[in-house]
């Protein structure tokens, strides 16, 4: 079984500054990773996703993550964050089986102030 | 649009009464989901379906039952609510295959008094 852990429960930080969101994920087998994203009294919305092929992959609203195979981590990351990103970032993972669900982590605060 | 809808966003119910949470989808994706979320936790996959008259467990013990009779229609159901209920409950669906991911609803945020 594939498991997720978001390694800060919390993350602040001024307007225009970079940040990155930590992820990394435990499976015997590989596997597909998601970043999601929740607004206030919202679903969640897909961010990105790394199936295969190229490590770095580019999401919406300018953030990116980085697949290491090595370090079994997917984070994620903005080179310059708007006040309008704030919001809860869940990274999840799903074994590379036709019958895998989602695994997610606890999710990261992401504080944005001016 | 194609999209995903949960009933009702918000409800506060007393203990002991049967409630039932209403999740309906446009795109025709066979396989939908429940999730449980609290704050500070991990969702948790409480049920999950790979299609018509098909129901499965999730990783989470969930006193609710689901059914699937319709494609596109994916209630969750609980016969006696307790205050341990009270939670957010997130539905998806998916496509066919890996490479989209999930699309979620907007949530129904159970209150059990």
Redesign the interface.
Same mark, same amino acid.
């Given at each position: 079984a594939q498991s997720v852990t978001q390694l800060d429960s919390q993350v602040p930080v001024f307007e225009e500054a970079p940040v990155e969101l930590r992820c990394n994920y435990s499976s015997s087998v590989s596997v597909y990773l998601f970043w999601y994203v929740q607004y206030p009294n919202q679903g969640l919305q897909l961010l990105l996703k790394y199936l295969s092929g190229s490590t770095l992959v580019k999401g919406i609203n300018g953030f990116e993550a980085e697949f290491n195979k090595s370090q079994t981590s997917f984070h994620l990351r903005k080179p310059s964050v708007h006040i309008s990103d704030t919001a809860e970032y869940f990274c999840a993972v799903s074994e590379e089986t036709g019958y895998s669900t989602l695994t997610f982590g606890k999710g990261t605060m992401l504080l944005v102030s001016p | 649009e194609a999209d995903?809808y949960?009933t009702p966003r918000y409800l506060v119910i007393g203990t002991g009464k049967k409630i039932t949470l209403e999740c309906s989808q446009t795109m025709g994706h066979d396989k939908m989901?429940w =999730?449980q979320q609290d704050p +500070?936790?991990? &969702?948790h &996959?409480i049920h =999950?379906s #790979?299609g018509v008259n098909s129901t499965e467990k999730?990783?989470l013990s969930s006193e609710s039952t689901v059914s699937r009779i319709r494609t596109e229609h994916f209630p969750l159901t609980l016969e006696s609510a307790r205050p341990s209920h009270t939670s957010q409950y &997130?539905c998806?669906s998916s496509e066919e295959g890996? @490479?989209y /991911? #999930?699309?979620? /609803? @907007? +949530?129904t945020r159970l209150t059990v008094v």
């Open positions: - | 995903i949960q989901y =999730y +500070g936790m991990e &969702l &996959l =999950y #790979y999730g990783d &997130l998806a890996w @490479s /991911g #999930y699309t979620f /609803g @907007s +949530g």
